[in-house]
């Protein structure tokens, strides 16, 4: 009776340990997922911020451009910054209109 108490024990006490063991093993489990979904999180985020910020960089250079275009494609804006050079180039039109007309008529 007595090995039979001391094997009963023997066996309560396995089974506490794997029951300790698969605890323990769940914890970790546990913690080594938390961290990893922490981890994408973290990354997920960086890169959210990182588009956010190539997104708005890209937009004021847009701005940018579409303003510079806009004044480059501005005829009056054109006749205020270079008088001289738009008068050279309406004369050289009309020369240009002139001499295809004169062509045309002979």
Same mark, same amino acid.
């Given at each position: 009776?007595?090995?039979?108490?001391?094997?009963?024990?023997?066996?309560?006490?396995?089974?506490?340990?794997? +029951?300790?063991?698969?605890?323990? =093993?769940?914890?970790? *489990?546990?913690?080594?997922?938390?961290?990893?979904?922490?981890?994408?999180? !973290?990354?997920?985020?960086?890169?959210?911020?990182?588009v956010q910020d190539t997104m708005s960089t890209t937009v004021r250079e847009a701005?940018?451009? +579409?303003?510079?275009?806009?004044? =480059?494609?501005?005829? *009056?804006?054109?006749?205020?910054?270079?008088?001289?050079?738009?008068?050279? !180039?309406?004369v050289l039109l009309g020369v240009v209109v002139s001499s295809m007309l004169c062509?045309?008529?002979?």
């Amino acid at each position: 009776m007595t090995q039979q108490l001391v094997l009963e024990r023997e066996q309560a006490g396995n089974s506490e340990s794997a +029951a300790d063991g698969i605890a323990n =093993t769940w914890e970790q *489990a546990t913690d080594a997922v938390t961290d990893a979904v922490e981890s994408v999180k !973290g990354t997920v985020d960086a890169t959210v911020e990182n588009v956010q910020d190539t997104m708005s960089t890209t937009v004021r250079e847009a701005q940018k451009l +579409a303003t510079k275009l806009g004044r =480059t494609f501005d005829l *009056a804006e054109q006749v205020r910054r270079q008088p001289w050079l738009m008068i050279g !180039g309406a004369v050289l039109l009309g020369v240009v209109v002139s001499s295809m007309l004169c062509s045309s008529r002979d």
